[in-house]
């Protein structure tokens, strides 16, 4: 099982993706984490390209697309892999990021149609005031304007794709519970 965790900078999504793996594990199920961007060569430009004073201009988004893109295509190996041999995949972010971070939703589906869509994507929807004081200020994406943009454009996608919605104003511990509760009956549990 691919799982996804999506949501604006400082929605909880690491914090998140901690408490499920141990969840998961208490469990008895084995977890592989990844992570948007990877490790790899291309993964670490891309973080250098983030902290760019230019990372949120068009041209500038139209290159992270691709580098995301192409990032992705060596992340879907491990995944595989994980997958073949029985492992739950928790992603912290997917293409559907590039979905809202980028324009040209058309172009962004086509650059991505080899990568695997999730089997659950859970948003962790937080209001951009509470983002923004959790945030620690390093990107420039962080800003009320675009990541109030971002996060509209997020729960537009998760109605069209029809994503599990938390609301992650909430304290750590009722996000935690609302994400298990999603997910518990595909393990044959009940909360």
């Excluded at 230019?54 to 988004?61: D, G, M, P, S």
């Excluded at 290159?63 to 928790?90: K, P």
């Excluded at 997020?154 to 609301?167: M, P, R």
């Excluded at 519970?177 to 999603?182: E, N, Q, T, W």
Aim: glycine letters at 6%.
């Amino acid at each position: 099982m691919y799982i996804c965790l999506e949501g604006i900078d400082g929605s909880g999504k690491s914090t998140q993706i901690g408490m499920l793996e141990k969840w998961l594990k208490d469990i008895g199920q084995t977890v592989k984490i990844v992570r948007e961007p990877t490790e790899s060569d291309v993964g670490i430009l891309i973080r250098k390209m983030l902290k760019s004073s230019q990372a949120t201009e068009e041209n500038f988004q139209n290159t992270l697309a691709l580098l995301f893109a192409a990032d992705r295509t060596i992340l879907m190996e491990e995944v595989g892999e994980a997958e073949s041999s029985g492992e739950i995949i928790i992603s912290d972010r997917c293409f559907y990021s590039s979905m809202v971070y980028q324009n040209n939703t058309d172009w962004i589906a086509q650059i991505n149609k080899h990568v695997k869509k999730p089997d659950i994507t859970i948003l962790l929807d937080l209001e951009t005031e509470t983002a923004l004081k959790r945030c620690d200020g390093q990107d420039h994406f962080e800003n009320k304007i675009f990541l109030e943009k971002i996060r509209k454009r997020y729960l537009d996608l998760a109605e069209k794709e029809e994503f599990y919605v938390i609301n992650a104003n909430n304290g750590l511990n009722k996000i935690h519970h609302d994400i298990k509760r999603v997910l518990s009956p595909k393990f044959g549990l009940c909360i």
